[in-house]
């Protein structure tokens, strides 16, 4: 994908009304601090457009990013965030939910999980969340720079095993630092979810 130009255009809170766009959307959920917003900005090509933190709980709104006004990549506020209040944590859990089940242009969701560590509870919830949709996940191994290449494997299994997943999902490791499967991800969006046609592929590799 050449990105052209990039614009958070919409910014979601609890009571907000959700947008309905006419352009097809990707959404990124998981975990607080597993990297959803940096992933959105590597696919960007942008260091910090999406805002980032070593602090959990940094995106607490529904962002959508349009990109090339062909498509929009939606950031979802991080779960499992352990400073917030319990009725916060409710509230979240059904924008989340809403959007899930309102979004007409919702093409797939990416799951992001921490290649270090095992899925938590709240991850299989929210795997389960996106499945009863009706929609078949990609899973996204974040963080993979932090890992030996010796560990990969297992932990690949470790995450595939954790969250159960239904035999065929997809799953890729990424590295927000070594950008490693950045391209693979665009790759499946662009072909498998957005429909883009030969010649248009074809036209955003030769421009790469
Ligand atoms: P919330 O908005 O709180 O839900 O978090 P988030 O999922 O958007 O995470 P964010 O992208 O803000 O990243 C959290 C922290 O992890 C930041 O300090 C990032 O720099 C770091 N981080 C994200 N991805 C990677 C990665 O692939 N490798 C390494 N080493 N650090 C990463
Ligand atoms: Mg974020």
């Known amino acids: 994908m050449v990105i052209k130009n990039i614009n958070l255009e919409t910014v979601c809170g609890i009571t907000?009304?959700?947008?309905?766009?006419?352009?097809?959307?990707?959404?990124?959920?998981?975990?607080?601090n597993v990297g959803k917003s940096s992933l959105i900005?590597?696919?960007?090509?942008r260091k910090s457009y999406a805002r980032t933190s070593q602090t959990p709980g940094k995106t607490q709104t529904?962002?959508?990013?349009n990109?090339?006004?062909?498509?929009?990549?939606?950031?979802?506020?991080?779960?499992?965030y352990a400073k917030v209040s319990q009725r916060e944590k409710e509230q979240w859990g059904t924008l989340i939910e809403r959007y899930l089940h309102q979004s007409k242009q919702l093409k797939?969701?990416?799951?992001?999980?921490?290649?270090?560590?095992?899925?938590?509870?709240?991850?299989?919830?929210?795997?389960?969340?996106v499945t009863d949709?009706?929609?078949?996940?990609?899973?996204?191994?974040?963080?993979?720079d932090k890992l030996k290449r010796s560990q990969v494997d297992k932990h690949m299994k470790m995450v595939k095993q954790g969250l159960n997943l239904i035999p065929?999902?997809?799953?890729?490791?990424?590295?927000?630092?070594?950008?490693?499967g950045r391209d693979e991800i665009w790759q499946l969006a662009e072909t498998e979810?957005?429909?883009?046609?030969?010649?248009?592929?074809?036209?955003?590799?030769?421009?790469?």
């Open 62 to 65: 529904i962002n959508f990013y």
């Open 16 to 32: 907000s009304t959700l947008p309905e766009n006419d352009k097809p959307e990707i959404a990124f959920a998981g975990k607080s």
């Open 67 to 80: 990109i090339n006004d062909q498509l929009y990549l939606v950031d979802l506020p991080g779960y499992g």
């Open 133 to 144: 949709q009706g929609y078949h996940p990609v899973i996204i191994a974040t963080k993979l």
């Open 108 to 129: 797939v969701v990416f799951l992001l999980i921490d290649i270090r560590h095992e899925p938590g509870e709240h991850d299989k919830l929210m795997y389960s969340w």
């Open 168 to 180: 065929g999902t997809k799953i890729i490791p990424f590295s927000a630092v070594t950008k490693q």
């Open 41 to 45: 900005n590597a696919l960007m090509n």
């Open 193 to 208: 979810f957005l429909g883009l046609d030969e010649e248009e592929q074809d036209g955003a590799k030769l421009k790469k």
